[in-house]
């Protein structure tokens, strides 16, 4: 499937900070107006949605699933909506991917920002729609949160990089690294870019809204992961090779996974998440460049899925080819 690259924002256009997945908690009241702040200052209006601005919850998420694909979809729809990010991420969207109005999207395609859980949502848009999705910082913990840890300095250059991304300034730009990027195999590639939470691929891979195996030919699939077993990782990576993903991609990018390790009272370590990758892909020679500014560790540089991308692990460089707006 064509990417659908959604429609571009200009200065004054309508964010809506929405509950797509973890509870906007009344004590993280501050990060929601600090997140707020920030996509004012790249030039938007932010609406904050019913769920948001509630800060109620379901057990662990902001609501029950059909209510949370019913503010989606009123916001889908919504015509002075001109792009949502997710306020948090979590364990919600996997259960309402059979919800979602996927007409709405190619009606009208809107940037949807967010990680982590949000990556549910970002691939069965991808897979039905063909919808560029912006992997990058969630409203809450992300531009509330990490931007706010980070130097001014840098959190200046990430609001312009998203603001000049979502007008569709950029046609092209290198992606600027804030630490130094590891190369664990050379080389060069240029593909599409695939991917987000591996755990939440997995699980969308294994629902009816699966990407098509061709979606993977050529592509530059990225990854992190947060609070996991190094096992379980190497298992679901194993998975993927099974599936011939990895006969298919033209390169690996690697987040910065937070809390992947072995259990602490393990007798094999010290072993970290290159030695796993490098076990599963064994005589695979596709590049792979790792440590890139992404994952929960934050702040997320956007990684928009879908769109043109050039990875040269040797040099320690990532590049969008496109501007990912229409």
Do not use: C
């Amino acid at each position: 499937m064509e990417p659908l690259r959604p429609k571009r924002l200009h200065p004054g256009d309508t964010i809506a900070i929405a509950g797509l997945s973890g509870p906007a908690l009344p004590e993280r009241r501050d990060m929601l107006e600090a997140g707020a702040a920030e996509l004012e200052a790249m030039g938007f209006r932010v609406r904050r949605t019913m769920l948001v601005e509630s800060g109620k919850h379901h057990h662990w998420r902001a609501a029950t699933p059909h209510v949370q694909a019913a503010e989606l979809n009123a916001l889908l729809a919504d015509p002075e909506v001109r792009a949502v990010i997710s306020f948090t991420g979590g364990n919600a969207t996997t259960a309402y991917l059979d919800r979602i109005d996927y007409d709405a999207v190619r009606r009208d395609p809107k940037p949807l920002l967010g990680y982590s859980d949000i990556t549910a949502l970002h691939l069965a848009l991808h897979s039905q729609t063909g919808l560029v999705g912006f992997h990058a910082d969630i409203a809450g913990p992300g531009l509330g949160g990490t931007w706010q840890d980070t130097n001014p300095e840098r959190r200046a250059q990430l609001r312009d990089l998203y603001r000049d991304l979502l007008t569709g300034k950029l046609e092209e730009v290198s992606l600027p690294a804030d630490n130094i990027w590891e190369t664990w195999k050379p080389g060069r590639a240029t593909g599409r870019l695939v991917g987000g939470l591996l755990d939440r691929l997995i699980n969308v891979q294994a629902s009816p809204y699966a990407l098509a195996p061709e979606t993977w030919d050529g592509a530059v699939y990225f990854w992190e992961d947060v609070g996991r077993n190094l096992g379980h990782v190497w298992n679901q990576l194993h998975v993927l090779r099974m599936q011939g993903v990895f006969d298919r991609v033209g390169a690996m990018v690697v987040g910065i996974p937070l809390d992947v390790e072995l259990p602490e009272e393990s007798p094999f370590g010290p072993l970290t998440v290159k030695d796993i990758v490098l076990d599963v892909l064994g005589d695979y020679d596709f590049p792979v460049l790792a440590g890139v500014d992404f994952g929960h560790t934050g702040p997320n540089l956007p990684m928009p899925i879908g769109t043109l991308a050039e990875v040269d692990a040797t040099d320690r460089t990532l590049r969008l080819l496109e501007s990912p707006v229409d």
